[in-house]
């Protein structure tokens, strides 16, 4: 009993929540087998009784030998940290130390009979106890530093340190970004998506810089792009935004090469692109219907090449600038550099894709022979972080159009839920990215076996043992150059899902986070960089988590799709909350021509999805009754005409369903660029690799033709009537 009782205790410490329910309301238990696996992943041994047992010791053990914890997340106002100590003698007193992030500096004394134990313990048969220190009152907004000494006779017998966040208790709202009433409307783009007759087959970073343009001429005050991160720059065909190397670094792939202003100084670059073989190439990439990834890479890298060998440490203000940022970022751009380095050696070299399968020298970023890869290879690893620099500068261009455009919001910005557990951040940071398990999800009616996302969770254990510092650098990475950001799956900062990486394992369980630190943090960075926050709440929202998003400022993702009452009708545009991001779909759900269509349930029929007798028809009967429901919620409302009928989606209702979301109380009203120009296809279709183009999909038109569409035009000129109508 006891064996069993020392995992279950191990796993209660870690966070592995013992049951969960599913869609369909069913208990599920979480077994011993799982509960074990997930431990290992932590980093804590538990195959056996006596491992298990053992975790658990040393994991109780550091929390009461360390004076403190690495962090404490507080907010502002009276606040208390608590810190533990051994019994020694009754005079013993402690000295403290609070230096402020930007100088002033807090102290006091006081004999530690003053602070009255709350709890204690006993191990190797020194007891320790538990006390409680009030700090001062004044601290400000910002990231602090706890230094405590307990002292006996004038001399340090014990000491500790940790950070200290003081952070506000709410995010920027819209209406203090923003002014007047805080509300906008925007444009959402895939920016791999764009065409203009300037790209070389993909869009980029000054693509988004026109896109915003044009946004901004039809009255957008926000234009949404997919994540923008790192991903592999030795293996381009690793296209998913949503499963990055580093979300805290810049897809490369998306620079502007012919915007360039080294490229005008570069001979060498500028004779490689006027070959006619180049020419022809840059053409059909241009044309291509689909993203190719890896002939946009041969177009470009050769390109990059050349214009770094020619610019390297040539003085200017582009130098200086390259040096800014380098010192900027500092040690994490050092190892992502070092990291696409090396993937792009043994990648290329020896087949080896994923960084686990590379020597075990390589796979320390702190290991001499990294040391010794990166100088050696020193260029190689400069061009990197300058194709960062590149990128960072690029899109500071682009948002700078997008304000002078007029938007009052401008980027609004995607941080994907995890990394790639092969990638720079997991390689970067193994302590805090988790490599023994991937996130997903439980089973439903859709996935009957669950979902397996294939990214690496962060390790609840691992970030406060980091005083959150990966997950802060993210927040600020994605946070620059945009005034809003989306959090994917923002239930991961109450708990996700996590499934063992081993074969045949026995199922998943969620594994809980902090989930107040994490949301003090997010206001707290939210503030610093003046940018709204939107948490994406689609799918099995825990109880009690809306309200805890809602009084943290974070707008809730509601998808006019998914917005139904208990009779499945579409609910009233008055009935949405107001703390809300509105969207009628979104890059994984389909087009509303796809939708109203069926054309999404006939792909998934193509697709084998629908194999039991009579359930293609069954969907395509439900989606028809689908398109009476909506149009029956928009008659009542009067949006639409009542004798508007379903069968054709003509570009007034196109207009009339946008508007019918122009009229909830939500701050920010989303419109998809596909369904501004008809697209029919949807970026991606989840559940999907190879068996459908995700993430390749081109737009129809041009950048500049988007604002001619008349669908364009019907959805603005929708928005603007049913605005601010009763």
């Known amino acids: 009993m006891k064996d069993g009782a020392d995992l279950d205790r191990l796993a209660e410490f870690l966070g592995v929540e013992p049951y969960y329910h599913d869609i369909w309301g069913n208990r599920r238990e979480i077994g011993p087998a799982t509960k074990r696996d997930l431990a290992q992943a932590m980093g804590c041994p538990a195959g056996t009784p006596e491992e298990a047992a053992d975790s658990l010791h040393r994991l109780t053990e550091r929390e009461w030998r360390r004076m403190l914890k690495p962090v404490f997340v507080l907010g502002e106002g009276v606040a208390e940290i608590d810190f533990s100590v051994p019994v020694l003698e009754a005079n013993a007193g402690i000295t403290w130390t609070l230096s402020e992030e930007f100088g002033d500096v807090h102290w006091g004394e006081q004999p530690l009979s003053d602070l009255p134990p709350v709890a204690d313990a006993t191990f190797d048969d020194i007891r320790y106890t538990r006390h409680k220190l009030t700090l001062p009152e004044s601290l400000p907004q910002g990231y602090h530093r706890m230094a405590i000494q307990l002292n006996v ?12 966040i003081v952070a506000p208790e709410r995010c920027l709202s819209p209406d203090e970004l923003a002014g007047g009433d805080g509300w906008s409307w925007g444009m959402g783009v895939q920016l791999y998506a764009l065409r203009s007759p300037t790209n070389w087959g993909i869009g980029d970073y000054a693509d988004a810089g026109a896109a915003a343009e044009q946004a901004g001429r039809l009255g957008a005050g926000v234009l949404g792009l997919n994540p923008l991160h790192s991903l592999f720059a030795a293996d381009p065909n690793h296209s998913s935004p949503y499963s990055p190397s580093n979300r805290g670094f810049l897809n490369t792939l998306a620079i502007d090469v012919a915007g360039l202003p080294e490229l005008d100084d570069c001979p060498a670059a500028r ?69 696409e380095a090396l993937h792009e050696r043994f990648f290329k070299e020896e087949g080896k894709w994923s960084w686990r399968d590379w020597p075990e020298a390589f796979q320390d970023p702190r290991s001499d022979a990294v040391a010794r890869f990166a100088e050696e290879r020193a260029g190689r690893v400069e061009f990197f972080q300058w194709l960062q620099f590149l990128a960072d500068d690029q899109l500071a261009a682009a948002a700078h159009r997008a304000r002078t455009a007029g938007m009052t919001i401008g980027f609004y910005r995607d941080l994907a839920v995890a990394n790639h557990p092969g990638g720079a951040a997991a390689w970067s940071a193994p302590d805090v990215i988790v490599q023994g398990a991937n996130v997903g999800s439980p089973p439903d009616m859709f996935s009957p076996d669950g979902q397996n996302w294939g990214l690496a969770p962060l390790s609840p254990l691992g970030l406060i043992e980091s005083a959150y510092e990966p997950f802060i650098q993210s927040l600020r990475a994605n946070m620059r150059h945009a005034g809003a950001i989306r959090i994917d799956h923002v239930m991961a900062l109450q708990h996700l899902f996590w499934i063992p990486s081993r074969p045949n394992h026995e199922g998943g369980a969620y594994v809980t986070y902090p989930l107040r630190d994490l949301v003090r943090v997010i206001a707290l960075e939210s503030r610093r960089n003046r940018c709204l926050v939107i948490g994406e709440d689609l799918g099995t929202v825990p109880e009690g988590f809306r309200p805890a998003m809602e009084r943290a400022g974070i707008l809730s993702y509601r998808v006019l799709y998914f917005e139904r009452g208990a009779d499945k009708g579409f609910i009233a545009p008055e009935h949405y909350p107001r703390d809300a991001l509105v969207s009628v779909t979104t890059h994984d759900l389909p087009t509303l021509k796809g939708w109203w269509n069926g054309h999404d349930i006939r792909v998934r029929a193509e697709l084998g999805q629908y194999s039991a007798p009579g359930a293609l028809d069954a969907e395509l009967a439900e989606r028809a009754t689908d398109r009476e429901r909506l149009l029956s919620s928009m008659r009542w409302v009067g949006v639409v005409p009542r004798e508007t009928r379903s069968d054709v989606l003509t570009t007034e209702l196109v207009g009339a369903i946008h508007g019918y979301l122009a009229r909830t109380p939500g701050r920010i009203l989303m419109v998809q660029v596909e369904d501004m120009v008809g697209e029919i296809d949807q970026p991606n279709l989840p559940g999907t690799v190879s068996e459908h183009p995700n993430w390749r999909r081109k737009l129809p038109v041009e950048i500049a033709r988007i604002g001619d569409s008349p669908l364009a035009n019907s959805i603005v000129d929708a928005i603007r009537r049913e605005h601010g109508r009763d």
């Open 153 to 164: 006779g004038g001399s340090t017998v014990h000491e500790g340190a940790a950070t200290v």
């Open 271 to 339: 004779a490689l692109i006027g070959e006619a073989g180049f020419q022809e190439r840059l053409k059909a990439a241009r044309e291509a219907d689909l993203v190719d990834y890896q002939a946009v890479s041969d177009l470009k890298m050769p390109v990059l090449e050349l214009i770094f060998q020619h610019v390297r440490g040539t003085p200017g203000p582009r130098q200086d600038a390259f040096l800014l940022f380098q010192r900027e970022m500092g040690e994490p751009l050092v190892r992502q550099a070092v990291f």
